[in-house]
């Protein structure tokens, strides 16, 4: 029987075999712990379809082929082409695209694998570096119901912020606008190769059934940055400064039922999004 991509022996020998390490550039760290790849893969609701983002050598993609029918990977480093048609090639349902999956068709792409197999999900080890914009363009599209990801704690931290917390951001209310957002575990940095010096948690993000257009669900994104613009100021500071007009503010602050003196990171998403419709 093959040995699982994601133990430490197997990673170390396709390393050797290929020559290669683990490009900083690219945010390379390589699970090495095959319990946590199954759990993530049987956590992710990827039975129908699933789209992968940054591969790696296959350690997570292996997990998911066991456990989805279609497993669609990014990868934007072609040195890791070959190897992943190498390691991947006892599964006949892995498809593996050279391309930077910020630049993709996302919408193209869901629509064809959800015609053809049913429900998409996403699940991801996401390199640190792109992390966010990465979700942001996931969050682009209400199409994919469960998106489950490998974050670094600190942003996994922010993202399931509540109000009050020093963690709590613009970033945690727009995730939390879209999505119910859960911790499933933490992951020690002794489970990659090589090892970061951060640990990372996995973030499972459920789709809420948000009747809003994209354009305004943009527009209640970019006030929620406005709000948190300067976190010492009141969100009545705030307003005026992004709406530039005082007494303006003041009205839809009293329409919304929110204090002047308050802080955004008081403030809940219900909150933040009946300013935004007193604004409207």
């Not at 990827?46 to 983002?53: K, L, N």
């Not at 050598?57 to 997990?63: H, K, P, R």
């Not at 979700?135 to 009050?164: C, H, Y």
Request: net charge negative.
């Amino acid at each position: 029987m093959t040995r699982l991509i994601a133990t430490p022996g197997r990673t170390k020998e396709i390393l050797e075999t290929y020559g290669l390490r683990a490009k900083k550039g690219f945010g390379q760290n390589f699970l090495v712990d095959p319990v946590i790849t199954d759990r993530v893969a049987e956590l992710a609701h990827c039975e129908d379809s699933v789209i992968e983002i940054g591969p790696g050598i296959g350690s997570l993609t292996e997990a998911l082929a066991m456990h989805s029918r279609h497993v669609t990977s990014y990868e934007v480093d072609s040195d890791l082409i070959p190897v992943l048609k190498d390691t991947l090639s006892p599964y006949d349902n892995v498809e593996i695209l050279l391309q930077d999956f910020l630049e993709c068709d996302l919408d193209a792409k869901v629509k064809e694998l959800s015609k053809k197999y049913g429900s998409t999900a996403v699940c991801a080890n996401l390199p640190y570096y792109i992390t966010t914009p990465v979700l942001f363009r996931i969050f682009e599209n209400a199409s994919i119901p469960w998106i489950t990801v490998m974050v670094q704690k600190e942003v996994g931290d922010r993202f399931a912020a509540k109000p009050g917390g020093s963690e709590y951001s613009a970033l945690s209310v727009e995730g939390q606008y879209l999505y119910s957002i859960r911790k499933l575990f933490n992951v020690p940095g002794r489970s990659f190769n090589p090892s970061p010096a951060v640990d990372s948690v996995i973030l499972q993000f459920e789709r809420k059934d948000v009747q809003k257009s994209n354009e305004e669900i943009k527009q209640f994104f970019e006030l929620t940055r406005a709000c948190f613009k300067q976190r010492r100021k009141t969100i009545y500071n705030n307003l005026r400064e992004y709406t530039g007009d005082g007494q303006k503010s003041l009205s839809i602050l009293e329409q919304a039922g929110i204090p002047q003196g308050k802080r955004a990171q008081e403030l809940s998403v219900e909150d933040l999004v009946k300013i935004h419709e007193a604004m409207k």
